[in-house]
């Protein structure tokens, strides 16, 4: 016997002896609440609760906190969590696909009672002292389970078969919400819109499954993104035939991003955290070696921006920053990057709108997906324009429901491009 399995040996022979020595005050630690999130410190605030008032999605995390309190067991906490959490989605698509009784005034296309929901469900989550021990990681894991499940994560049900398309979407939450917490975000609404619908194409039908993320760094590196993705990239009955992420991008405008690159420029995420770095892949993921610089769009570009899709002007967006090979400052480049180059942001920039493109596309290569997939930039959504401190107006509403239905029209106008009808 080798001496590190000795070792290993006695080192087990002595683990009950101190467990049971630390067991008391472990145990009292494991069942103390932990400090809420900058998100979810936001949620005092007089906007959020107005927008859970108004939209009826103020009983969520009471709900939530009375169910776990009545939980004896972790394996109940864990169900509960994964139920719940799924539960609140579905509540929100349904809420915006016009399902259901409307309770409060706030219009039904509405992404925030979503985000702060959620927010009280995992506030709920931290504040919880259970009548078990409880330790950090499973904690942890309970918070990871509602996020999951309320984005639509867990629940992505693209159907098998020839006969129908299957196309993935993806939306965020508000962001930038320090400047002005009434923020909602197009994508998010036009995720829910579109969720479990389907599209007639001139090729047939396409069904659309839809799930948000976060608008938080770490999440992101933590591989999230891959997490949810891969199983619909890799090969197999339920593979994407089409996928678009999406997010807000450009004031009066749609952009599809050519480029997407490998760097985080540091803008601070929902969280108050900063990253400047480059892009870092998770491990356990497929992924190319080595790491490229840049990935590119294989959504059909020339026919989305040539199609007649709604109010707002289309573009086949080409800019880059780089670092030219052999030089040391950035660089702005209409056309594109250059061979060699490092890449300072891509034509989505160097936030997590370019990140979640450059890592959806990074798996597609990976995997050598042959569909089409890539990003999509929204217009900003923009209140009235002497609404100051109300948390909805007509032209905000008015804003939202055209952006949801372009973003409708252009996923139809590139599945028509990608897969024309046979004469």
């Known amino acids: 016997m080798r001496r590190t399995e000795k070792t290993l040996i006695a080192l087990l022979a002595c683990a009950p002896l101190a467990l049971s020595a630390l067991s008391v005050p472990a145990a009292a630690a494991q069942r103390a609440p932990v400090p809420p999130t900058v998100e979810e410190q936001r949620l005092d605030g007089p906007v959020p609760q107005e927008i859970l008032r108004r939209s009826g999605f103020d009983d969520v995390a009471p709900a939530f906190a009375r169910a776990l309190a009545r939980t004896r067991t972790a394996a109940q906490a864990d169900r509960l969590a994964a139920a719940d959490g799924r539960r609140l989605w579905r509540r929100a698509v349904d809420r915006v696909q016009g ?161 997407n690159g490998a760097w985080r420029g540091g803008y601070p995420d929902n969280v108050r955290v900063s990253r400047t770095e480059p892009v870092p892949v998770p491990s356990g993921v497929p992924t190319v070696h080595p790491q490229p610089q840049w990935t590119s769009t294989t959504l059909p570009y020339a026919a989305i921006t040539a199609a007649r899709t709604g109010p707002f002007p289309v573009y086949d967006h080409t800019a880059v920053t780089e670092i030219p090979a052999g030089g040391t400052a950035p660089v702005d480049r209409p056309d594109g990057p250059t061979p060699g180059s490092a890449a300072r942001a891509g034509g989505g920039g160097d936030y997590l709108s370019n990140e979640i493109a450059y890592r959806a596309t990074l798996l597609r290569d990976a995997l050598h997906l042959r569909v089409p997939g890539g990003h999509l930039h929204t217009p900003v959504l923009e209140f009235g324009k002497d609404n100051t401190d109300k948390v909805t107006d007509p032209d905000f509403v008015r804003n939202r429901t055209a952006i949801t239905a372009q973003v409708r029209e252009v996923i139809r106008a590139g599945l028509a491009a990608a897969d024309p009808p046979r004469s």
């Open 99 to 259: 399902r259901g009784p409307a309770r409060g005034d706030l219009s039904r296309d509405d992404d925030r009672p979503l985000y702060w929901a959620r927010l009280g469900m995992t506030r709920a989550l931290r504040e919880w002292r259970p009548a078990f021990p409880l330790a950090e990681r499973e904690r942890n894991v309970l918070i990871d389970k509602v996020e999951r499940g309320s984005r639509g994560q867990d629940s992505i049900d693209l159907p098998a078969g020839q006969h129908v398309k299957r196309v993935l979407i993806t939306g965020f939450d508000p962001f930038q919400l320090d400047a002005d917490v009434r923020r909602s975000n197009p994508s998010g609404a036009a995720a829910l819109a579109l969720d479990g619908t389907t599209l007639d194409t001139p090729s047939g039908p396409a069904r659309i499954e839809a799930a948000l993320f976060p608008v938080r760094w770490d999440d992101f590196a933590d591989g999230v993104v891959e997490r949810t993705l891969l199983p619909y990239f890799r090969p197999g009955p339920h593979q994407v035939d089409y996928f678009t992420t999406i997010s807000q991008g450009r004031p009066g405008r749609f952009d599809v991003e050519r480029t």
